[in-house]
């Protein structure tokens, strides 16, 4: 069985440590899109860790991992994650990683370019983490970038970055009036970070069909969530990719390859980091409880997560766009403090309800319909049959669960690899 684990709201919905713990059941893991621009939180007998390239499957001993060509391959911030989890005791090899060669890489003024947009648009900028993530999207499809499998052909590559240099230039000086690039810069670059990742890099697509050819089991990554998507979320602010199940054997690089499941995760309120509508917001006192009881920082920035009610329109878009067809519920166990917890079943817009997920421009006139069901207001963190959980917060995830219209497989109860509650489908 091959199974697609993804994000069914903003984003931060704990996609790593499902995929932590249910990669012991899969042969392969891939990262099919995306960048080092978030953060997916795995907490297991190795540590606590932030993985923002690395596929999360990476702690589990003979699972292969592989970025997908569909990842925006930043050779730094990989070699950073790759010595973080070695100063843990963790060695990657080349068994354990491997890299498309059709991977575009990330270059080093994608990160200044994203920085300098984000300046000049001031108040109306987009929050972007200033990881190079919307202009390397851009210039992978002005065909602007260079591809992995050419570090194999170094002189070829030196020639072909210049070449992109002297354009990426002319816009760093002519329309930011920052300083441009020069080859010496881009040498130290190649040296200290593209060398370093040649070994992980090969003909993933081969290797994937001789692993569906055998049968073998692929567990698919996605990075943020389905509000987020290019096509289908809150444009203009999502991110530059596709985050959707759909596009993960594209962007794996095996357009060949069946899902048969897709697993969408969701928390057990709702979260949000960086611009953009967000209908159920909360604010004040009542936010920074919630934040400090969840700890709601962003895994790669730190910036403060915005934080609400559960959200029923936006869950139920998430699980329709993202194909979910079973659904991991996480930080339930934040929820515990709560006399009365706020779920928001509908929009009004101008005062009148309306039906479903609302066009992106008219989220910002929407308010949140809110329903206040009963808390459990007891430790749920050494649970692990759904038969002991208080009755009320069963009631809770059967409502929600029946809201959304897809079944809750899994609930996490704490941060940790097992902390999960397994819950069959009656």
């Known amino acids: 069985m091959n199974t697609a684990v993804v994000g069914i709201n903003w984003g931060d919905e704990g996609k790593g440590r499902m995929v932590d713990l249910i990669a012991r059941d899969y042969e392969v893991v891939v990262r099919y899109q995306g960048g080092g621009n978030a953060g997916h939180s795995v907490v297991n007998e190795h540590g606590s860790f932030a993985l923002h390239l690395l596929p999360s499957g990476i702690f589990r001993r003979g699972v292969i991992n592989v970025l997908g060509n569909g ?42 370019l994203d920085e300098l947009e984000e300046k000049r648009l001031n ?23 260079l591809l992995c499998g050419q570090l194999k052909d170094i002189d070829s590559f030196r020639k072909h970055l210049g070449e992109i240099m002297e354009w990426k230039n002319l816009v760093l000086k002519g329309v930011y009036g920052a300083k441009g690039y ?13 060398m370093r990742i040649l070994p992980y890099i090969c003909d993933t697509t081969k290797l994937l069909q001789e692993c569906a050819r055998q049968d073998k089991k692929i567990l698919f990554e996605a990075q943020l969530g389905a509000l987020r998507d290019i096509d289908f979320g809150i444009y203009p602010y999502t991110t530059s990719s596709n985050t959707l199940a759909a596009y993960a054997p594209i962007g794996s ?29 909360m604010s004040g006192e009542e936010a920074k409880i919630l934040r400090e009881q969840g700890s709601e920082y962003g895994a790669k920035t730190g910036r403060p997560r915005r934080v609400g009610a559960f959200d029923i329109p936006a869950t139920a878009y998430g699980v329709k766009v993202q194909g979910a067809t079973n ?19 509908g929009y009004l817009l101008e005062e009148k309800k309306i039906d479903g997920f609302p066009f992106p421009s008219l989220l910002e006139k929407c308010r949140p319909e809110l329903i206040y069901l009963k808390g459990w207001k007891t430790d749920i ?15 809770y995830i ?29």
């Open 71 to 112: 990842v925006a391959l930043d050779p730094e911030n990989l070699c950073k994650e790759i010595d973080v989890l070695k100063e843990k005791g963790i060695d990657i090899t080349s068994k354990d990683l491997k890299i498309s060669e059709r991977a575009s890489l990330l270059l080093p003024w994608h990160k200044d």
């Open 123 to 145: 108040d109306k900028k987009y929050g972007s983490t200033k990881q190079g993530i919307a202009p390397f999207y851009s210039d992978k499809y002005q065909k602007k970038t």
């Open 182 to 194: 020069t080859m010496e810069d881009l040498e130290e670059w190649i040296d200290k970070y593209c």
């Open 253 to 281: 690089g095996a357009p060949f390859v069946k899902i048969d499941e897709v697993i969408g995760v969701v928390k057990a309120y709702s979260t949000c980091v960086g611009e953009g509508p967000f209908v159920t917001e």
């Open 327 to 345: 659904i991991a519920l996480t930080k339930m166990d934040i929820l515990s403090y709560m006399d009365k917890i706020p779920v928001c079943v």
């Open 381 to 395: 963190r050494d649970i692990r049959e759904y038969e002991d959980l208080p009755k009320e917060a069963k009631e």
């Open 398 to 426: 059967e409502f929600i669960e029946e809201r959304i219209g897809c079944h809750i497989g899994y609930i996490s109860v704490g941060p940790s690899r097992d902390d999960i509650i397994m819950r069959e489908n009656i």
